[in-house]
């Protein structure tokens, strides 16, 4: 799974990578990179890119559902650091 969706937006858009690289004066094996999720843009520069498409930036991110996710909570981490300081305290 990837962090962003921007293979499936510039299809949409019909955005081409040596464009993009151009505009940021980047290569564009660095925007392919993006694109397939090996690298991720800064938060500016997925910004820039809603802003050149007109989109919300959240449509360039991966949804986030956290319905079926099974890692510690916040709540659950302070939680165990709490007890975890308790222990060294006595």
């Known amino acids: 799974m990837g962090l962003n969706r921007l293979k499936e937006v510039f299809k949409k858009y019909k955005v081409q990578n040596r464009i ?3 505009y ?3 290569s564009e ?3 392919s990179k993006w694109v397939n999720n090996k690298r991720q843009p800064s938060v500016e ?3 820039s890119i809603a ?5 919300d930036v959240r449509l360039l ?3 986030t559902t956290w319905a079926n996710e099974t890692s510690e909570t916040y709540d659950e981490v302070k939680e165990r650091f709490k007890e ?3 222990k060294t305290n006595i």
């Open 20 to 22: 993009i690289a151009k």
């Open 24 to 26: 940021f004066g980047k």
């Open 29 to 31: 094996e660095t925007i």
């Open 45 to 47: 520069e997925l910004n």
């Open 51 to 55: 802003k050149l498409l007109r989109i």
């Open 61 to 63: 991110l991966t949804e």
């Open 84 to 86: 975890d300081a308790d």
